[in-house]
């Protein structure tokens, strides 16, 4: 397809499971972005790569959070010993190329419910 | 870090009149500043931008005005009808790479 894809759409896990999620970027595009994204707030940042090289990781909450984007186009999140404060919506982003002022592209999302 | 404020947090107009949704940010090395429109169940849609080297951008019934000096930055929508109740998020981001740091949201409810 033409836009930002990722699966699960949805995932219910029991607390303690680990979880990944994967998102397949727009082709070509150079940056991909996670965001989570909790019931009734806005998205927010979790870490950032451009090609394979994780730029940035300030935002993942803690070391159960890892991601990865071996061959610089499909990434995947991956959540150890999920926890309920893990609970959201895990949003994947692209951009056409790494400098400042391009669209950003967003996935519908992959729900994840912590139970 | 950027940290980009965004007010009300709901909003209802009716039918017809217009919506304005305000933000502020904090970092004064930010560029760019994108609107994006979230419907339930799916992705943010960027449905305006708007760049630090302009003061107003229109879109059709869709605007955005910026002051780099004040640091904020609104959404117009005018003549609203009810597709475009939704929740709207303002964000931005800096010279120094692409991520965009957003605010919270404004849900924004078109009264018949």
């Known amino acids: 397809g033409a836009g930002v894809s990722q699966s699960p759409r949805y995932k219910v896990a029991k607390r303690g499971q680990d979880v990944a999620l994967r998102c397949d970027p727009i082709?070509?595009?150079?940056?991909l972005f996670w965001y989570q994204q909790a019931l009734g707030q806005g998205p927010e940042f979790l870490t950032y790569?451009?090609?394979?090289?994780?730029?940035?990781k300030s935002g993942l909450p803690s070391d159960r959070f890892f991601a990865e984007r071996p061959e610089g186009s499909v990434s995947t999140l991956k959540i150890q010993r999920t926890q309920q404060e893990d609970s959201a919506v895990y949003l994947c982003?692209?951009?056409?190329?790494?400098?400042?002022?391009?669209?950003?592209?967003f996935g519908e999302g992959s729900w994840l419910t912590v139970v | 870090g950027e940290n980009v404020e965004q007010h009300p947090s709901t909003l209802s107009v009716q039918e017809g009149d217009s919506a304005v949704i305000k933000c502020t940010y904090s970092?004064?090395?930010?560029?760019?500043f994108p609107w994006y429109k979230q419907e339930l169940g799916k992705g943010p849609q960027l449905i305006i931008d708007?760049?630090?080297?302009?003061g107003e951008k229109k879109d059709q019934r869709i605007a955005v005005t910026l002051n780099k000096t004040a640091k904020h930055f609104s959404l117009h929508i005018t003549e609203t009808q009810p597709e475009d109740s939704a929740v709207y998020f303002c964000?931005?981001?800096?010279?120094?790479?692409?991520?965009?740091?957003f605010g919270k949201g404004t849900r924004l409810h078109i009264l018949p």
């Open positions: 964000a931005a981001s800096t010279v120094r790479d692409d991520k965009i740091i």
């Open positions: 790569f451009q090609n394979e090289a994780q730029l940035d």
């Open positions: 970092d004064s090395a930010s560029n760019y």
């Open positions: 082709s070509g595009h150079v940056s």
């Open positions: 708007i760049r630090s080297n302009v």
């Open positions: 982003a692209s951009s056409r190329t790494g400098t400042s002022g391009n669209t950003i592209y």
